[in-house]
Antibody, heavy 123, light 107 residues
Framework: EVRLVESGGGLVQPGGSLRLSCAAS????????MHWVRQVPGKGLVWVSR????????SYADSVKGRFTISRDNAKNTLHLQVNSLRAEDTAVYYC????????????????WGQGTTVIVSS | DIQMTQSPSSLSASVGDRVTITCRAS??????LAWFQQKPGKAPKSLIY???GLQTGVPSKFSGSGSGTDFSLTISSLQPEDFATYYC?????????FGPGTKVDIK
C-alpha cells in the first residue's frame, strides 16, 4: 500500500522553527518528485514547495521563500520541510504529496496525499 | 501566477443528481488540470489528472473535460459519499495554484 505519514507539527511561537517530516512507504520513493501543500482550517489548499527525485532541484511559493527549506533522504524514504521564522499566517495543516510524474504522454501531477500534520504559530 | 476560479462556490443537490462544477484558469494551461475531493477533517483525494484522466481507483461516475482555460468536473449520479468540497488545480507552472473550492452538500 502506498502511504505517506507526516509528523513534526506542533505549537510554536512566532519566529520559531520546526522540522516537518513525511515517511513514505509502498513505492520507490527515490523515483518520485514530492510536494508540500498547506491548508488553513476552513480555507483552501495552497501549494508550498516541491523537490525533484534526487533532491537537486526545488521550488517554493513566494510566501515561504527564504524561510522554508524542502529536502529529502532517499536512503530513509523521508521528505522534510524545515520551517523557520514562523508567522501566525503559517498556521495550517501541512500535507506531503507525491507527484506521479508522467503516464505515457500525460503529465499526472499530484496523486497520493498524506494525512497531514498541524502547525500552530501562536504566542 | 496563474489564477484559478471555480463556479459555483457551493451547490445543493440530491442523491442521484448529475452535478457539474466549472473551473477557469487566468491563462491557457493546456490540459495540466487536476481535480481533488476533500471531505471534512480528511486529506484531499486525487480524482482527475490531465483534465480528463481518472486517477487509479476513482469510479467512472467522475469525469473531467476541457482544455486551455475552461474545464469541468461532472459527477454523473451523486451518491452520499460524494458530498464534499472539490478543488481544481493547475500544474503547468510554479507556483501550482488551486481553485477556491466548490462545496457540494445535500439538498
Amino acid at each position: 500500500e502506498v502511504r505517506l505519514v507526516e509528523s513534526g507539527g506542533g505549537l510554536v511561537q512566532p519566529g520559531g522553527s520546526l522540522r516537518l517530516s513525511c515517511a513514505a512507504s509502498g513505492f520507490m520513493f527515490s523515483s518520485y518528485w514530492m510536494h508540500w501543500v498547506r491548508q488553513v482550517p476552513g480555507k483552501g489548499l495552497v501549494w508550498v514547495s516541491r523537490i525533484n527525485s534526487d533532491g537537486t532541484s526545488t521550488s517554493y511559493a513566494d510566501s515561504v521563500k527564504g524561510r522554508f527549506t524542502i529536502s529529502r533522504d532517499n536512503a530513509k524514504n523521508t521528505l522534510h520541510l524545515q520551517v523557520n521564522s514562523l508567522r501566525a499566517e503559517d498556521t495550517a495543516v501541512y500535507y506531503c504529496v507525491r507527484d506521479r510524474g508522467w503516464i505515457q504522454q500525460w503529465r499526472v501531477g499530484m496523486d497520493v496525499w498524506g494525512q497531514g500534520t498541524t502547525v500552530i504559530v501562536s504566542s | 501566477d496563474i489564477q484559478m476560479t471555480q463556479s459555483p462556490s457551493s451547490l445543493s443537490a440530491s442523491v442521484g443528481d448529475r452535478v457539474t462544477i466549472t473551473c477557469r484558469a487566468s491563462q491557457g494551461i493546456n490540459n495540466y488540470l487536476a481535480w481533488f475531493q476533500q471531505k471534512p477533517g480528511k486529506a484531499p483525494k486525487s480524482l482527475i489528472y490531465a483534465a480528463s484522466g481518472l486517477q487509479t481507483g476513482v469510479p467512472s461516475k467522475f469525469s473531467g473535460s476541457g482544455s486551455g482555460t475552461d474545464f469541468s468536473l461532472t459527477i454523473s449520479s451523486l451518491q452520499p459519499e460524494d458530498f464534499a468540497t472539490y478543488y481544481c488545480q493547475q500544474y503547468i507552472s510554479y507556483p501550482f495554484t488551486f481553485g477556491p473550492g466548490t462545496k457540494v452538500d445535500i439538498k
